[in-house]
């Protein structure tokens, strides 16, 4: 399938989903609206919700600042999560001896620990890099981890024989192994980071896309709390895009599906 092809059928189908949206809530089906407008707000409010913040310029700061949030959670626990993940791959005594202890860690609910940050970091941008941190590190993490320990033994035994040594291991071998599954995680992980921050905006905060929801959703403002979903989804969207951009330049050796099969 082309891209213009696969980007027309994705465009598509957010198209078909606002018309059913608006549908729903302007069109009366026997009598009444199949949604009410009053908890979900309408196609053409949200839009003017959304034109008018970019209009007035009054989003921008909260972008930023959500921004800076999510980059700063997203690199700090990506770098640390492959880190840590290559040392615990690369060191099995270690990994055992704290093995129980990561798996504590990750089974931590992380909206109880959003107000805890708060408490030991403040209100500002470190709370909510805080979070993100550790919604974004054990997917790292974890994935860094079973890469490396899936190096294929006739790889390692076929490299030895050529006479590398550990360092060219690692860099030959290990990390070019490590970087497939690093970066399947990191699709994951930017929506993480943004979760994080947002939440962490949410629960407490005076500026970012989390603040800006939380004061619609206080004040029953429908279309404001969807015009932010809108805007943080397109937000996250193009992160994504810029995370591929920089897979694609990194692993330029790995080959697509249709070649891998043939």
């Given at each position: 399938m082309s891209r213009i092809t696969l980007?027309?059928?994705q465009v598509l189908v957010a198209v078909v989903a606002i018309a059913i949206w608006h549908f729903a809530t302007t069109v009366p089906v026997f009598g009444r609206l199949l949604l009410p407008p009053f908890f979900f707000s309408n196609p053409f409010d949200v839009a003017e919700r959304i034109y008018k913040w970019f209009y007035t310029g009054s989003v921008w700061r909260h972008l930023w600042i959500t921004l800076a949030e999510s980059t700063l959670a997203f690199v700090i626990g990506s770098l640390g999560g492959a880190l840590v993940g290559f040392w615990f791959a690369r060191r099995p005594i270690v990994a055992a001896v704290f093995d129980?202890?990561?798996?504590?860690?990750?089974?931590?609910?992380?909206?109880?620990?959003?107000?805890?940050?708060?408490?030991?970091?403040?209100?500002?941008?470190?709370?909510?890099?805080?979070?993100?941190?550790?919604?974004v590190f054990f997917v790292v993490f974890f994935n860094v981890y079973q890469g490396v320990k899936e190096v294929s033994p006739t790889i390692l035994a076929n490299a030895r024989m050529l006479g590398m040594n550990e360092r060219q291991l690692m860099r030959n071998v290990y990390w070019p192994s490590a970087l497939s599954w690093m970066f399947?995680?990191?699709?994951?992980?930017?929506?993480?980071?943004?979760?994080g921050a947002v939440v962490g905006e949410y629960l407490g905060?005076?500026?970012?896309?989390?603040y800006l929801i939380q004061q619609a959703e206080g004040v029953f403002d429908v279309a404001g709390v969807f015009a932010g979903m809108f805007v943080l989804s397109a937000f996250v969207i193009v992160i994504d895009v810029l995370?591929?951009?920089v897979e694609r330049r990194l692993l330029v050796w790995r080959p697509t599906v249709g070649e891998a099969r043939a």
């Open positions: 980007l027309t059928l129980p202890y990561v798996k504590m860690m990750n089974a931590l609910p992380r909206v109880v620990l959003a107000p805890i940050f708060a408490l030991w970091l403040g209100l500002g941008i470190w709370s909510k890099v805080a979070l993100g941190f550790t919604l399947s995680s990191l699709h994951t992980s930017v929506g993480f980071a943004v979760v905060s005076a500026a970012g896309l989390g995370v591929s951009m």
